[in-house]
């Protein structure tokens, strides 16, 4: 009898510690309990914000307020203390349905829910930097996560493409050639530092550390590059004083760079699509002074205003880009993406810009262009069908203004357009590394 009670309560204690052990769940079990429980019809947007601090998860649905998204406030899901998640006031589904979670999160904020023990709200990198920051030793994980919080310490207060400045955080510059000055520029450099010399100790230690652009001695360098190409941006004069390392990109890398530099005709525009494509080109023109009279733009970029704003600005020895839109047209928020109704018309870009400089109607957080397909203005006029296409986004608009005003200019690109300018892949002529064509 007594060795049965010995048994049971060791097995209790053994189940008692297994539940106080128990890792909070995963972002994939998160999404597949919200999503495979609760019904969102009484929500005008049909997908909720997930925010994870460290061991509770909270949701954040979704609705528009006139004209713009509403974010209502937090509500706990699942309680770390209390190890289980929580009911929701929100309708239930009639039985649990299978989720497909990459139709809900998308890859990077994946990995970012896997990696980071905040992350999905603004400001998540602050909580971060507070908990790593101070630790004398992290493991290889936490070193990048802790440089990945400072990288986005000091780009998501100048552009905020992904919503994860803190309140108050982002910096409303003027669209000026040197907008970033004073201590906002002194933050911006003592962020940078910290997020490369997180990056550098990891490649130092792991140089094999795989990240979601390669290993980390490829994000130690882009990191570089990175920093580079916004003080480019917001403080051109510290970007001239800026003395980039020697060696940091492999040679094989650095000569596929140089090869695609060396088939853009002369005075050409590079559109690059990636990190990869952009940062190793501007490397070897800022570092070498190679081929500056190419000028290299990023295609997502595009989507930003400053980096709009940039692209009218000489690059090296690189003419600017001719972008036709006033800055009002694409300041902060404005038409940040254009609804595309069905219609029958072939409209020129020229129309479809002249669109945007009309009020928005009543209650409409974006305008709607009616058309078939979109007419460039060209030497050889080319169209584009609109067919299929539910929206254009900024950069789209952006891409197509700059083809439609570059006159004798080559565009040259080695990637290919996976998205609603996906037409245009057929204007290119392909050579051996890169597409070119000439308006």
Not at 49 to 76: C, H, S
Not at 117 to 142: C, H, Q, T
Not at 315 to 325: H, W
Not at 345 to 351: A, E, R
């Amino acid at each position: 009898m007594r060795r049965k009670l010995i048994i049971s309560l060791f097995c209790c204690c053994v189940f008692n510690i297994a539940v106080n052990a128990q890792a909070p769940p995963g972002i994939r079990q998160v999404v597949r309990a919200f999503y495979g429980h609760y019904n969102l019809s009484a929500f005008t947007v049909q997908q909720v914000q997930f925010q994870k601090k460290k061991d509770d998860w909270y949701i954040v649905t979704i609705e528009y307020n006139g004209d713009k998204l509403n974010y209502n406030t937090p509500v706990l899901f699942y309680s770390g203390k209390q190890k289980k998640f929580l009911d929701l006031e929100i309708d239930r589904n009639g039985g649990e349905r299978a989720v497909d979670v990459s139709q809900y999160v998308d890859a990077y904020s994946l990995a970012n829910f896997d990696l980071q023990p905040y992350f999905g709200y603004p400001g998540w990198y602050l909580d971060v930097i507070r908990e790593l920051g101070s630790k004398p030793w992290l493991a290889d994980n936490d070193l990048y996560a802790l440089g990945r919080a400072y990288s986005t310490a000091y780009t998501a207060p100048l552009t905020n493409t992904g919503r994860d400045a803190a309140p108050g955080a982002y910096r409303e510059l003027p669209l000026t050639d040197a907008p970033l000055q004073g201590e906002n520029l002194r933050e911006f450099n003592r962020d940078a530092d910290s997020a490369i010399a997180c990056f550098g100790r990891l490649a130092a230690r792991n140089p094999t550390y795989p990240t979601s652009v390669g290993d980390i001695r490829l994000k130690y360098a882009n990191e570089l590059l990175c920093r580079y190409h916004l003080l480019l941006t917001f403080a051109p004069a510290e970007a001239e004083q800026t003395v980039l390392p020697d060696g940091i990109y492999a040679n094989s890398l650095l000569d596929s760079a140089r090869q695609l530099l060396n088939e853009c005709p002369k005075s050409a525009v590079f559109l690059s699509f990636g990190d990869n494509d952009f940062y190793p080109l501007l490397y070897l023109q800022k570092k070498e002074g190679f081929r500056r009279d190419v000028y290299v733009a990023n295609y997502n970029l595009m989507a930003v205003d400053h980096f709009i704003y940039r692209l009218m600005k000489p690059q090296f020895n690189a003419a600017p880009l001719p972008v036709s839109l006033d800055t009002t047209l694409y300041r902060r928020d404005a038409n940040e993406y254009v609804y595309r109704a069905t219609g029958n018309d072939t409209v020129t870009i020229g129309s479809a810009i002249n669109l945007l400089k009309q009020p928005l109607p009543d209650g409409e957080s974006a305008h709607t262009l009616s058309a078939a397909a979109l007419k460039l203005p060209l030497k050889r006029p080319r169209t584009i069908s609109l067919s299929g296409i539910s929206y254009l986004l900024r950069n789209h608009i952006v891409l197509l203004d700059i083809i439609s005003n570059l006159s004798n200019r080559p565009l040259c690109m080695s990637g290919y357009f996976t998205d609603e300018l996906q037409p245009l892949n057929s204007w290119f002529d392909r050579k051996t590394n890169i597409g070119i064509f000439y308006p």
